[in-house]
């Protein structure tokens, strides 16, 4: 064949190819997302589908007869492939518009520059993209999730929703900062973000991370970790889903609503409408200022500098919460070595001593301790808390120390404190408990014997 018969194959193979495309009918049939404003048709419309065109991202349909205009009976539009939902049948199409009834007229305008959408319900999941304030997103539906949380651990007002953005970006958006509206007809804004705006990955680091308080760092570097202030939660939230950051330490709980966050300097940014504003030192150190009106008297941790205020928050590479469990795991594997010890120990001269694997106790006999050790309103019955620690100096001769909390008569719980060495010579075994004074531990930990110890030798019993 020569080359004007190859010629004149292709142009006639190209034809047919055309011919056969424009006569073949409906692909199916599709719900519209997002409102196609220039020909008046609302979100939520059930649309024949001819043509889908990966190529330009696009589906072609029909217009229905209720949306057309004199001499539109043939006229096709295209619809970006985001905006449309597509079904094989006009069946599905229908269940579907059943059950995006609800919400198909449904949209939101954000009033926070910079809140994300993300990809999961949640807000610690990856940013898919950053609002601009003003900007309008289409809802697609009410999805569960977990709540976004203030630094406190309170559940923050708001749900999540399924979004998509009219660029076509779909994902996740909390509602806490959204402005719901319906609409039917007329343009829908769309806010641009300036090109030199739409990225800051300093910023994006400092927002994906968890601050946590200085002293928690503190706690971590001496292995010295408290459960009850870990607990807390105290740290600095920039509130990107909220709009709301907020300082949370002891002694000082403050939020500060804001516009949008922007940059202030090198490696600082301010939050728009406050006095806040965060200073990255170092990528894990993070000092926060504020005006000192915003907050009350003198605050722990805080250095005063005029009439502002600056806080260290930390980032930590795990969760407070991951790090209380592996704290409440090794305590539990402490006192399960005491346990397994007796769990029933005896002395000579002051009782028995009862355990359990709840850490509960039961001390029979303690009376000749009454007073020197045990004030008189304790009862024989508690709990065992593993929530000292040593000092270097006592780490050596000791294997520990812990609280027996005794029940009182009237009134809260009795602590008293002991050290314990585990007797593991080849006798009897047991242990030997040897009292502290309040005087001689900081926060929670034992920085010292006490000068007139009273000493107690347990033996494991039957």
């Known amino acids: 064949m020569g080359k004007k018969e190859r010629y004149c194959l292709l142009i006639f193979t190209a034809l047919t190819a055309l011919i056969f495309v424009s006569c073949r009918g409906k692909l199916g049939w599709g719900i519209l997302l997002w409102a196609e404003e220039n020909e008046g048709i609302p979100s939520g419309t059930i649309l024949p589908v001819y043509i889908n065109s990966n190529i330009e991202k696009v589906w072609v349909v029909g217009i229905p007869a209720e949306y057309r205009k004199p001499g539109d009976k043939d006229k096709k539009i295209e619809i970006p492939l985001s905006k449309l939902e597509f079904s094989k049948s006009k069946r599905a199409a229908e269940k579907r518009a059943k059950e995006f009834e609800e919400y198909a007229l449904l949209y939101a305008e954000t009033l926070q520059d910079g809140l994300p959408i993300r990809d999961a319900p949640d807000n610690g999941a990856r940013r898919k993209y950053r609002l601009r304030s003003g900007e309008v997103i289409k809802i697609i539906r009410l999805v569960e999730g977990n709540p976004a949380i203030s630094t406190t651990g309170d559940p923050l007002p708001g749900e999540w929703f399924s979004v998509l953005t009219e660029d076509g ?8 900062r959204l402005k719901l509206f319906e609409h039917t007809a007329g343009p829908l804004n769309f806010v641009e973000a300036p090109a030199e705006e739409k990225s800051d990955p300093e910023l ?3 927002l994906s991370k968890t601050w946590v308080a200085e002293v928690y760092g503190e706690m971590l570097d001496n292995g010295n970790i408290d459960i009850e202030a870990f607990s807390k939660h ?3 939230s920039p509130g990107e889903d909220t709009g709301t950051a907020n300082i949370f330490l002891d002694g000082l709980d403050i939020s500060f609503p804001y516009n949008a966050i922007r940059p202030a300097g090198s490696h600082s940014w301010r939050f728009e409408g406050t006095t806040l504003s965060m200073t990255l030192r170092s990528p894990s150190t993070l000092a926060v200022q504020f005006a000192a009106g915003n907050a009350g008297g003198p605050i722990s941790g805080t250095s005063l500098s005029g009439d502002s205020r600056t806080v260290l928050f930390i980032s930590i590479p795990t969760s407070l919460d991951d790090l209380i469990v592996q704290e409440e795991t090794r305590r539990e594997a402490l006192f399960y070595r005491i ?7 005896s002395s000579d001269s002051y009782g028995r001593l009862y355990l359990n694997e709840a850490r509960d106790f039961l001390w029979e006999n303690f009376e000749p301790l009454t007073l020197s050790v045990v004030p008189a309103a304790a009862l024989g019955r508690g709990k065992v808390e593993m929530s000292l620690f040593l000092s270097e100096n006592l780490a050596t001769g000791y294997d520990g120390a812990f609280t027996l909390k005794f029940k009182a008569i009237n009134g809260p719980d009795i602590p008293v404190n002991f050290l314990y060495t585990i007797d593991r010579g080849g006798g009897l075994g047991g242990i030997r408990l040897e009292h502290i004074s309040a005087a001689n531990i900081d926060g929670n930990r034992v920085m010292g014997r006490s ?8 033996y494991q019993a039957d």
């Open 451 to 458: 000068t007139t110890s009273a000493v107690i030798y347990f």
């Open 234 to 236: 105290w740290g600095f």
């Open 339 to 345: 346990y397994v010890e007796g769990p029933v120990f």
């Open 204 to 206: 994006l680091s400092v």
């Open 169 to 176: 970006t779909s994902g996740y958006c909390f509602s806490y």
